[in-house]
Protein backbone atom coordinates (compact mmCIF):
# COMPACT_ATOMS: atom_id res chain seq x y z
CA UNK A 1 0.00 0.00 0.00
CA UNK A 2 1.69 3.64 -0.88
CA UNK A 3 1.45 6.13 1.33
CA UNK A 4 0.46 9.90 1.41
CA UNK A 5 2.18 11.84 -1.17
CA UNK A 6 2.85 15.16 0.02
CA UNK A 7 3.84 16.82 -3.14
CA UNK A 8 0.71 15.47 -5.00
CA UNK A 9 -0.14 18.98 -6.53
CA UNK A 10 -3.36 17.41 -8.77
CA UNK A 11 -7.45 17.52 -7.58
CA UNK A 12 -8.32 16.80 -4.75
CA UNK A 13 -11.17 15.11 -6.67
CA UNK A 14 -9.02 12.84 -8.92
CA UNK A 15 -7.46 11.22 -5.77
CA UNK A 16 -8.96 7.51 -5.72
CA UNK A 17 -8.10 5.42 -2.54
CA UNK A 18 -7.31 2.01 -3.48
CA UNK A 19 -9.23 -0.46 -1.74
CA UNK A 20 -10.72 -4.36 -2.39
CA UNK A 21 -13.69 -3.22 -4.30
CA UNK A 22 -11.77 -0.98 -6.63
CA UNK A 23 -9.10 -4.12 -6.99
CA UNK A 24 -12.14 -6.30 -7.88
CA UNK A 25 -13.50 -4.19 -10.10
CA UNK A 26 -10.25 -3.66 -11.63
CA UNK A 27 -9.67 -7.61 -12.25
CA UNK A 28 -13.25 -7.91 -13.74
CA UNK A 29 -12.10 -4.78 -15.86
CA UNK A 30 -8.68 -6.27 -17.33
CA UNK A 31 -11.04 -9.81 -17.93
CA UNK A 32 -13.76 -8.05 -20.00
CA UNK A 33 -11.52 -5.65 -21.61
CA UNK A 34 -9.27 -9.00 -22.81
CA UNK A 35 -12.27 -10.42 -24.75
CA UNK A 36 -13.69 -7.04 -25.75
CA UNK A 37 -17.28 -7.30 -23.50
CA UNK A 38 -18.52 -4.34 -22.21
CA UNK A 39 -19.14 -3.72 -18.32
CA UNK A 40 -22.61 -1.52 -16.99
CA UNK A 41 -22.11 -0.62 -13.81
CA UNK A 42 -25.40 -0.09 -11.59
CA UNK A 43 -25.73 2.32 -8.34
CA UNK A 44 -26.70 5.05 -6.98
CA UNK A 45 -25.18 8.40 -7.05
CA UNK A 46 -21.74 8.37 -4.36
CA UNK A 47 -21.00 4.57 -5.48
CA UNK A 48 -17.75 5.32 -7.16
CA UNK A 49 -19.24 3.95 -10.88
CA UNK A 50 -17.29 6.58 -12.83
CA UNK A 51 -14.51 6.83 -10.55
CA UNK A 52 -13.68 2.70 -10.57
CA UNK A 53 -14.03 3.03 -14.42
CA UNK A 54 -12.04 6.33 -14.89
CA UNK A 55 -9.44 4.63 -12.48
CA UNK A 56 -8.92 1.77 -14.05
CA UNK A 57 -8.62 3.33 -17.16
CA UNK A 58 -6.00 5.66 -16.93
CA UNK A 59 -3.68 2.67 -15.85
CA UNK A 60 -4.17 1.30 -19.14
CA UNK A 61 -1.33 0.89 -21.93
CA UNK A 62 -2.02 3.67 -24.02
CA UNK A 63 0.06 1.92 -26.68
CA UNK A 64 -2.66 -0.52 -26.91
CA UNK A 65 -5.36 0.79 -26.11
CA UNK A 66 -7.74 4.80 -26.19
CA UNK A 67 -10.34 5.56 -24.21
CA UNK A 68 -13.22 7.87 -24.88
CA UNK A 69 -15.58 9.12 -22.36
CA UNK A 70 -19.14 9.69 -23.45
CA UNK A 71 -21.41 11.92 -21.03
CA UNK A 72 -25.39 11.12 -21.40
CA UNK A 73 -28.10 13.41 -21.00
CA UNK A 74 -31.68 13.79 -21.13
CA UNK A 75 -30.71 15.97 -24.60
CA UNK A 76 -28.07 13.26 -25.57
CA UNK A 77 -30.05 12.16 -29.43
CA UNK A 78 -28.35 9.48 -32.18
CA UNK A 79 -26.91 12.46 -34.16
CA UNK A 80 -24.73 13.44 -31.82
CA UNK A 81 -23.60 10.30 -30.20
CA UNK A 82 -22.59 9.45 -33.83
CA UNK A 83 -20.29 12.51 -34.05
CA UNK A 84 -18.97 11.72 -31.08
CA UNK A 85 -18.18 7.83 -32.04
CA UNK A 86 -16.76 8.88 -35.36
CA UNK A 87 -14.46 11.57 -34.05
CA UNK A 88 -12.53 9.28 -32.50
CA UNK A 89 -12.13 6.71 -35.32
CA UNK A 90 -9.78 7.32 -38.26
CA UNK A 91 -10.45 5.75 -41.75
CA UNK A 92 -8.98 2.89 -42.49
CA UNK A 93 -9.67 1.99 -46.09
CA UNK A 94 -13.08 2.40 -48.06
CA UNK A 95 -15.43 1.69 -45.49
CA UNK A 96 -13.69 0.38 -42.85
CA UNK A 97 -12.68 2.54 -39.62
CA UNK A 98 -11.39 2.23 -35.99
CA UNK A 99 -8.87 3.41 -33.93
CA UNK A 100 -4.66 3.06 -35.34
CA UNK A 101 -4.50 -0.99 -35.92
CA UNK A 102 -3.19 -2.71 -33.48
CA UNK A 103 -5.14 -0.37 -30.81
CA UNK A 104 -8.83 -0.80 -29.09
CA UNK A 105 -10.47 1.80 -28.28
CA UNK A 106 -12.98 1.89 -25.61
CA UNK A 107 -16.27 4.56 -25.40
CA UNK A 108 -17.14 4.80 -22.00
CA UNK A 109 -20.83 5.54 -21.33
CA UNK A 110 -21.93 8.12 -18.64
CA UNK A 111 -25.56 8.08 -17.14
CA UNK A 112 -26.56 5.23 -19.82
CA UNK A 113 -29.95 5.68 -18.74
CA UNK A 114 -30.37 9.59 -18.77
CA UNK A 115 -31.70 10.66 -22.92
CA UNK A 116 -35.05 10.91 -22.84
CA UNK A 117 -37.60 8.48 -24.33
CA UNK A 118 -39.16 9.52 -27.63
CA UNK A 119 -43.29 8.71 -28.07
CA UNK A 120 -42.02 5.01 -29.32
CA UNK A 121 -40.49 4.66 -26.04
CA UNK A 122 -37.13 4.18 -27.38
CA UNK A 123 -33.49 6.22 -26.91
CA UNK A 124 -31.90 6.84 -30.10
CA UNK A 125 -28.29 7.28 -28.70
CA UNK A 126 -29.09 3.68 -27.25
CA UNK A 127 -30.19 2.03 -30.02
CA UNK A 128 -27.34 3.29 -31.69
CA UNK A 129 -24.93 1.79 -29.55
CA UNK A 130 -26.93 -1.33 -29.73
CA UNK A 131 -26.50 -0.81 -33.67
CA UNK A 132 -22.86 -0.77 -33.60
CA UNK A 133 -22.29 -3.47 -31.02
CA UNK A 134 -24.81 -5.64 -33.41
CA UNK A 135 -23.94 -5.25 -36.83
CA UNK A 136 -20.51 -3.05 -35.97
CA UNK A 137 -21.88 0.02 -38.44
CA UNK A 138 -23.33 2.89 -38.77
CA UNK A 139 -24.83 5.02 -41.36
CA UNK A 140 -23.61 7.75 -43.07
CA UNK A 141 -26.30 10.28 -42.66
CA UNK A 142 -25.71 11.96 -45.55
CA UNK A 143 -26.11 9.17 -47.40
CA UNK A 144 -28.10 6.79 -46.10
CA UNK A 145 -27.03 3.86 -49.13
CA UNK A 146 -23.47 4.00 -47.22
CA UNK A 147 -22.42 2.41 -44.51
CA UNK A 148 -19.31 2.53 -41.91
CA UNK A 149 -17.97 -0.81 -40.71
CA UNK A 150 -16.13 0.17 -37.03
CA UNK A 151 -13.86 -1.93 -35.87
CA UNK A 152 -11.51 -2.45 -32.86
CA UNK A 153 -13.75 -0.81 -30.86
CA UNK A 154 -16.42 -1.45 -27.39
CA UNK A 155 -18.24 0.35 -24.82
CA UNK A 156 -18.38 0.09 -21.27
CA UNK A 157 -21.11 2.35 -19.31
CA UNK A 158 -22.59 2.92 -15.62
CA UNK A 159 -26.04 4.22 -14.94
CA UNK A 160 -27.77 5.32 -12.02
CA UNK A 161 -31.26 3.74 -11.36
CA UNK A 162 -32.90 6.56 -9.63
CA UNK A 163 -32.68 9.18 -12.62
CA UNK A 164 -33.11 9.63 -15.41
CA UNK A 165 -35.77 7.39 -17.82
CA UNK A 166 -35.44 4.44 -15.50
CA UNK A 167 -35.52 2.51 -18.56
CA UNK A 168 -32.08 1.19 -20.72
CA UNK A 169 -33.38 -1.46 -23.77
CA UNK A 170 -32.63 -4.83 -23.11
CA UNK A 171 -31.92 -5.34 -26.67
CA UNK A 172 -28.42 -2.90 -25.60
CA UNK A 173 -27.67 -4.60 -21.68
CA UNK A 174 -28.03 -7.74 -22.80
CA UNK A 175 -24.39 -6.97 -24.40
CA UNK A 176 -23.14 -6.44 -20.89
CA UNK A 177 -22.19 -8.19 -17.80
CA UNK A 178 -23.86 -5.96 -14.95
CA UNK A 179 -22.34 -4.90 -11.56
CA UNK A 180 -24.28 -3.54 -8.59
CA UNK A 181 -22.04 -0.95 -6.84
CA UNK A 182 -22.97 -0.29 -3.08
CA UNK A 183 -22.59 2.47 -0.71
CA UNK A 184 -19.21 1.59 0.74
CA UNK A 185 -19.32 -0.14 4.39
CA UNK A 186 -17.98 1.95 7.57
CA UNK A 187 -14.39 0.28 7.47
CA UNK A 188 -14.05 1.15 3.63
CA UNK A 189 -14.56 4.62 4.29
CA UNK A 190 -12.93 5.14 7.05
CA UNK A 191 -10.18 3.50 5.74
CA UNK A 192 -10.52 6.34 2.83
CA UNK A 193 -11.10 9.08 4.66
CA UNK A 194 -8.68 8.91 8.13
Given at each position: ??G?????E???S?L????????R?????D??????????Y???AG???T?I????????????????S????S???S?????V???????????????????V??????????P??????T???I????????????Y?R???????????????A??????????????????F??V??????????????F
Open positions: MQFNSDYGLFNVVPTAETTQSFLLTHVAKKKGMLVGATGKTVNNYFATLDKEKTIFAINFNYTDKAMQVIESQVDKRSGVIFGPPLGKLIYFMDDLNMYLDKYGQSPCLVRQIIDYGLVDDHLEEKKKLLDIMFSCMNPKSGSFIVDLRLTRHTLACLTAEKEILSTIY
